[in-house]
């Protein structure tokens, strides 16, 4: 099984709590772990909602 990177995702997020610091925008929860984690813990599937993160083009390249 290979293991989602969520901080590659788009719909990742940090929060400002200690509680918990990790976010997911698509299926709307905080958490201590990661969220794929929660997500597999909770349903047994793996994340469908993975979205890999656009990587911005460098406009002084052009």
């Known amino acids: 099984?290979?293991?989602?990177?969520c901080r590659r995702c788009e719909y990742y997020f940090v929060?400002?709590?200690a509680q918990r610091p990790h976010g997911c925008k698509?299926?709307?929860f905080k958490s201590l772990q990661?969220?794929?984690l929660v997500?597999?813990?909770?349903?047994?599937?793996?994340?469908t909602m993975?979205?890999?993160?656009s990587t911005p083009q460098n406009p002084s390249s052009k």
């Open 1 to 5: 099984m290979k293991r989602i990177n």
């Open 15 to 17: 929060t400002w709590e």
């Open 26 to 28: 698509a299926y709307g």
């Open 34 to 36: 990661i969220p794929s």
């Open 39 to 47: 997500v597999f813990q909770s349903s047994g599937s793996d994340c």
């Open 50 to 53: 993975f979205k890999e993160k």
